[in-house]
């Protein structure tokens, strides 16, 4: 019983990157009048709010609401929805961008929360930064050294987690960074049928949390690795993360910022490389189809990789992270982890600038020469959309985009059938 609750656990934990946002009694329903949410500059929207119970109007309702660009939410009013229904007039954007319209109704004492976010031609929107013209230089220098480092791997076999067509493996890698080594630790599963096989490396969102690794794909004949990020385990109790995740973890994203060599994530990017490494040394591996795929921070990870590793033929990045996050100091919304927002000023340091241009997604996007299926929304406040755009904009390689205007940070299953089935079209040839 102990070890299915653990089991259990990791996997809901696993899973919440991707989740629906739970139901409430009360839903408030805002939207903009273009079915597609988009707009040209200077057109006028309109939003229509609706505040339902039990799939009816809720009349006298009142709320109060926001409108302005995302994350720089400027007019603020409040109104008595007498049907339970109001058109609420939005203006208009002068450049490329988002405007968002963000609505509390107040039922019974409990506030109740939606938003619906316009979109003002963001095939226009452009990174805020510029890359170093070192870029690459730096990047291929910090391959080169993790090529020096053996990878050292070792294989542990999780019997309670293996089926009867595929064998699970929790995976230890030597990974290389400034100074030294670390580990790498990841969930691998492998078919067990004689034969030879595409792979797909799975990197994960932000956080701190175990893995239960990719066994549904990987049954249907793809060898598949998710990692973690954290040079630790991914197999232990779920409590250990917990306490990680509020002490030395806390806030790793901003771990020397300062120090470009030293940042927190050049071992994290070199790790998904490492991965790479350990894929395709594999004798079932089949010599050609890799693919890497992950949302929010995986999302940025999965353009990162691509761009990096050649031997990436495909990217399904969903709402990537990390993308134009200098966004902010051109007064308008940057990608998570909002280093540069209003709220840490004490990043605002030239050092700190210049670093985060060597990480920004946006750079590795225009490096990026494979073919990749991006996936995002437009009501996502954790990855808002003016940064995902930057970074999508950025792309010349083949690109499909998938839009799914309602959602925030989570995705519709729909969405994540899409995907999938993108990936096992690519990795399978039929």
Known sequence: MKKLFYILSFLLVSSLAFAQPATQMIKVMVAPDHEDWTYKIGEKVTFSVTVLKWGNPLKNTKITYQIGPEKFETKKDSATLKDGMIKLDGGTMTTS????????????????????????????????????????????????????????????????????????????????????????????????????????????GAGVRPYAGDVRTAEKGVITLEIGIHGIPVTMDLGVYTDLGVAALSGYWAYNLDNRDQYYYKKVFMGCVRANDFLVSLPQFDGTNLAVVGGSQGGALSIITAALDSRVKWAAPTYPAMSDMVGYL?????????????????????????????????????NLKVPCI??????????????????YNSISSPKELKLYQETGHWTFPEENEVIQNWLLDKLIKK
Not at 114 to 121: K, Q, R, S, V
Not at 343 to 350: I, K, L, S
Not at 374 to 391: I, L, Q, R, V
């Open 330 to 366: 051109k007064g308008r919304a940057g990608g998570w982890p909002h280093i540069f927002d209003k709220n840490n000023p004490h990043h605002n340091t030239e050092a700190k600038i210049k670093t985060a241009a060597y990480y920004d997604v946006v750079n590795f996007a225009k």
């Open 374 to 391: 991006y996936s995002m929304g437009f009501n996502d406040e954790t990855c808002p959309p003016t940064s995902m755009w930057a970074a």
């Open 97 to 204: 961008g988002f405007l968002r319209c963000t609505v509390i109704a107040k039922v019974d004492g409990k506030e109740y929360r939606n938003l619906a976010t316009a979109a003002f031609e963001p095939e226009k929107i452009q990174p805020a930064l510029e890359m170093p013209s070192d870029f690459m230089d730096f990047w291929n220098k910090a391959k080169a050294n993790l090529a020096k480092v053996p990878m050292d791997a070792k294989m542990t076999l999780l019997p309670e987690r293996c089926t009867e067509t595929v064998n699970v493996y929790h995976l230890n890698l030597q990974n290389y960074k400034e100074g030294g080594t670390t580990r790498l630790y990841g969930i691998l599963c492998v078919p067990k049928k004689e034969g030879k096989y595409p792979a797909l490396l799975r990197v994960p």
